[in-house]
Each structure stands twice: as C-alpha cells, then as structure tokens.
C-alpha cells in the first residue's frame, strides 16, 4: 500500500511539475531542471565553503572592508570575463558550448549546447553575470580561509583589469589620432 501511495504522489508530482514548466516557458525550451540542478549544485557548494570556514574556526566580519569590496569586485569582474569568455579558456568551456565568432579583444562569442543535458552548463560558463556569482562565493570564502593568498590574487586580478582598460584606451586613442588606419 505505501508503495503504490508512493508510486501516485511520484506521478502527480512530475505532472505538476510538468504543467508549471509548460506554463512558464510559454511554448519555448527552457531547462528548467537544469536550472533547479545548478541551484542545488550552488546551495552544496556554498554550504561546503561555509563549513570549511565554520571548522577551521574563522571568525565573520562584522562587516566587509570597503577596500576588500572593491578589490573582490573587480577581481570577480576579471576572472567571470577570463573564465565565460576568454579564447585561452574555451577548451574549458567547449564540451559544453559552440564556438560562434570572435567578441572582442580576446574573447569569444559561444552558445551553449542545447542538447544533451549541456544547455544548463553551457548558458551558466558562457555568461560572465552567471560565473561571477560561484567566483565571488569562491573569493569571499578565499579571504576567510586563506586570506593573504586570496587578496595576493585578487590584487593579480586587479591589476590585469587594469592593464585590459588601458590597453583598450590606447587602441582608442590610436585609431582615434590615425583615424583608424
């Protein structure tokens, strides 16, 4: 009896599922169960860096350090780019997308593979907004566990979106004074 009562709640509860997922999409593919799956996969890996910091007894802030802030912003920033949109960082992302053009100094333009279960990966490593939220989990719990080596390469981070914006500013400033020749 309670297997069959099982068996029932399993069914309608895919049912449900089903209807809200065709509800929501309006006609259009949407991996939603990807999505639920990179959720989960986040909620895991966040909890994992929580308790490494709960163990090794760390203490919070009370609150972050404006400097630290910036520095974690612009380090996120970078790596998000290198690692969603980087050519030297593609083979990391190609079993998962499709190589489009080129983007910019660089950098590509992919899509995701909409089949095999690789839509949900390749939309989540080819979007630097999507990336920089597992990067900046990754760096906050760097600066609790390891903070001199984090910050160390943050400022890294730092530094090359520096460099990045000043060699777009004199390519600018180049064809600006060549007149793009």
Do not use: N
Request: hydrophobic share 40%; net charge positive; glycine share 10%.
């Amino acid at each position: 009896m309670d297997r069959q009562a099982d068996s029932r709640f399993r069914r309608k509860a895919r049912g449900l599922l089903r209807r809200a997922a065709r509800d929501y999409s309006a006609g259009h593919e949407r991996p939603l169960g990807g999505y639920l799956a990179a959720m989960a996969g986040f909620g895991a890996y966040t909890a994992a860096w929580a308790t490494a910091v709960r163990i090794r007894g760390r203490p919070l802030p009370d609150r972050p350090e404006p400097w630290d802030v910036v520095l974690t912003s612009v380090a996120t920033f970078r790596l998000s780019r290198l690692l969603s949109k980087g050519s030297v960082t593609s083979p990391l992302r190609s079993p998962f997308t499709r190589y489009v053009s080129p983007q910019g100094p660089a950098e590509l333009h992919e899509e995701a593979q909409p089949h095999g279960g690789k839509e949900t990966v390749g939309e989540l490593v080819t979007c630097p907004f999507c990336t920089s939220v597992w990067v900046t989990s990754t760096l906050t719990a760097g600066q609790l566990l390891w903070p001199r080596a984090t910050r160390t390469a943050m400022g890294a981070l730092t530094a090359l979106a520096g460099a990045d914006a000043l060699q777009l500013a004199y390519s600018a400033l180049v064809d600006k004074t060549t007149g793009g020749e």
